[in-house]
């Protein structure tokens, strides 16, 4: 949810302080996944954007006519109508772009209607958790959904279907299952946590180096690619301009034509390499997952042989003013991943 329970997790580290801070956690997603409002709302969505997607096909299908048309012409035709007949395919061809972006652009028509639909979800769900929290007499609620990376969670703290129960009545649950007809359905409120430096892990572990060296090699061989392209460009842009008085206008607009089609390649390459979402970032998430998955297991580790119900990572978008080192379980990790110094001696 956009909305989410973030949570400064200051207080949890003063245990000496003579009163124990109960906490526990939930999964909002999973929560508002089983709202019947939620359900009504993603058929609304649903609707509103296929009707608009099959807006925007019939619109691609015009430029498509017309890119036939014109290439079926284009020896045929005079120059006055073949221009005439590119400028209607470029205003058509923004027409389509602008509608996209209206639709599904940031902000556009289905985010704006996504929010209207899921805010009052959101509220119902923080209203419940307020109301489970004040009974269960818990100080905090954590939500597992958000950007609050919990590394390890004991399972015997989750509230996720006690809150489901106070947002459901009985009669719109599955009938096969309630949990609160179930005996074994009884969380505990949390009182010991502790937190790891997953970027201290990661940096010790062996195949953290063959990361890097991959992720480099991809990177130098990309800039390589992207300063080749934009080399054979700019000789390209040279060449024109040095010819661009000798040609026709139907030559000019031809090397316009290619020099615009060479720049839309180098942006997208550059875009599908480096940008938001491009391979740089996928194929180091690809190769970070399996580091990833084994400070897990480790952590889990650790968190059953300590008996620590949460253990958090520093380096994630829990806010942290200040952390008593005490509470520091990274050595542990790094022990159960027998990367610990030799040096040191861990209790």
């Known amino acids: 949810m956009p909305k989410n329970i973030k949570i400064l997790v200051l207080a949890m580290m003063f245990p000496a302080l003579g009163f124990s801070q109960k906490f526990g956690y939930m999964d909002s997603r999973a929560i508002v996944s089983q709202l019947p409002e939620y359900q009504q709302a993603e058929t609304e969505l649903q609707n509103l954007a296929s009707g608009w997607k099959k807006e925007l096909e019939d619109k691609q299908a015009e430029i498509t006519v017309l890119r036939e048309e014109f290439q079926a012409k284009e020896v045929l035709d005079t120059r ?85 129960t106070t947002l459901l009545p009985k009669e719109e649950e599955e009938e096969d299952y309630d949990p609160r007809e179930q005996e074994e359905f009884k969380p505990e409120p949390a009182d010991r946590s502790g937190y790891i430096n997953t970027e201290t892990i990661i940096a010790k572990m062996p195949g953290f180096l063959d990361v890097n060296a991959e992720m480099e090699g991809l990177e130098k061989l990309w800039i390589a690619q992207i300063a080749e392209k934009q080399s054979s460009l700019d000789s390209m842009k040279l060449a024109y301009e040095e010819e661009k008085v000798l040609l026709t206008k139907e030559l000019r607009d031809e090397q316009e034509k290619l020099i615009l089609e060479k720049v839309n390649e180098l942006c997208e390459f550059k875009n599908e390499r480096f940008g938001p979402e491009g391979l740089i970032y996928s194929r180091r998430q690809e190769l970070m997952k399996p580091l990833q998955e084994k400070i897990f297991e480790a952590t889990e580790k650790v968190a059953n042989e300590k008996a620590v119900d949460f253990i958090f990572d520093k380096v994630g978008d829990v806010t942290m003013i200040y952390a008593n080192p005490v509470h520091d379980y990274t050595d542990y990790v790094l022990e159960q991943l027998e990367l610990g110094d030799p040096a040191d001696v861990v209790k």
């Open 80 to 164: 006055e109508k073949r221009e005439e007949l590119l400028l209607k395919i470029r205003e058509k061809e923004l027409e389509f772009k602008q509608l996209n972006q209206k639709y599904f652009g940031y902000q556009g028509l289905l985010f704006l209607k996504r929010q209207e639909l899921v805010i009052p979800l959101q509220e119902k769900v923080l209203k419940a958790v307020e109301t489970v929290g004040r009974k269960n007499r818990l100080e905090y609620v954590f939500d597992k959904a958000s950007s609050v990376v919990i590394i390890y969670a004991n399972p015997i703290h989750n509230y996720t279907e006690l809150i489901l």
